[in-house]
């Protein structure tokens, strides 16, 4: 199990059993691993961590060989340091976000950096380094991962300069890192055919070691167009041999992928029937084969 891909997708985090669940959904799809939101993502309203959830979700875990230490969640979008009004409610709130965390035993927390909105980028930029050194607690075993973004609108993260001028600014650096988005890189204009000299640029100017997380997912998108819609794994514009290339690229054999692609509806008229894809997408990441059929296999399930 040691040697095997690291592969999950988004899941739920109810309130009904909470890690149990997202444990139980994750295993239905094949996978070994996963991201939950700790709550609505479109909201910050959390229940507190129960800790019988959290026992019987590590018992279930260590039955199926899930390792806790791959396991990711992901701060609601909403937050934005970025964002000076709402400085002092961003900050309270990722506080307790990595108390969660670490109640939880979860090492990674995915952050979009943020937007300027109507400050000018750099002020924006200063906010969010400010902000992470309030939050950041070298006493818990979090990090935080920021993500690449896509530049849609005001987003600050499109491009590698702006991460690292965050990361700099940071002062415990083991305690930040980076997660990579496949959609948003293709969106903000890296060519991921030449996924090696995006790389290899990325080690000379942060270091390939702060990539602790790998967003999988394909766009609706061309490159740089900043829109950042997800697309299913070998329908979009990056493509199914792209993304299997980063995928079981051995640098990131240690870390987790995680998809984020869109539900499938019923057909394209209705949406009142939604299925999950990632099933049917990890089993065609493990071929490392794609299926024509991907889309009719998703909505016969
Ligand atoms: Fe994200
Ligand atoms: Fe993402
Ligand atoms: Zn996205």
Do not use: W
């Not at 965390?101 to 200063?126: F, M, Q, W």
């Not at 969010?128 to 600050?156: F, P, R, Y």
């Not at 829109?227 to 290339?245: C, S, V, W, Y």
Request: glycine share 6%.
């Amino acid at each position: 199990m040691n040697n095997d891909l690291i592969i999950g997708s988004h899941v739920g985090f109810s309130s009904k059993n909470q890690l149990v669940g997202s444990v139980e959904e994750a295993l239905s799809y094949g996978a070994n691993t996963f991201m939950f939101y700790t709550g609505a993502p479109q909201n910050t309203l959390r229940n507190p961590i129960r800790k019988e959830y959290t026992d019987e979700a590590y018992k279930l875990m260590k039955e199926h060989n899930i390792d806790l230490s791959n396991v990711v969640i992901h701060a609601p979008y909403i937050v934005n340091l970025g964002n000076l009004e709402n400085f002092d409610f961003s900050v309270n709130f990722l506080k307790g976000e990595l108390e969660r965390a670490n109640t939880l035993g979860i090492k990674n927390v995915v952050l979009h950096p943020g937007a300027s909105v109507s400050y000018d980028r750099d002020t924006s930029i200063k906010s969010i380094i400010d902000g992470l050194n309030i939050i950041l607690d070298n006493n818990l075993d979090v990090t935080i991962c920021l993500e690449t973004m896509a530049g849609k609108g005001t987003e600050i993260g499109k491009n590698i300069s702006e991460l690292k001028t965050i990361i700099a600014g940071v002062k415990f650096k083991n305690k930040i890192g980076v997660c990579l988005d496949t959609c948003h890189l293709n969106d903000s204009g890296i060519d991921l055919t030449k996924f090696d000299e995006y790389l290899a640029e990325f080690d000379k100017e942060i270091g390939i070691n702060y990539i602790k997380v790998i967003h999988i997912n394909d766009s609706k998108n061309e490159i740089n167009s900043h829109k950042d819609r997800h697309e299913n794994i070998g329908l979009g514009t990056i493509g199914f041999d792209t993304l299997i290339k980063i995928i079981y690229d051995e640098r990131f054999k240690d870390i987790p992928k995680i998809l984020e692609t869109p539900y499938v509806t019923e057909n394209d008229e209705s949406k009142e029937k939604i299925y999950p894809p990632y099933k049917y997408e990890i089993a065609m990441i493990r071929n490392k084969q794609f299926d024509k059929n991907l889309l009719d296999k998703i909505r016969n399930n």
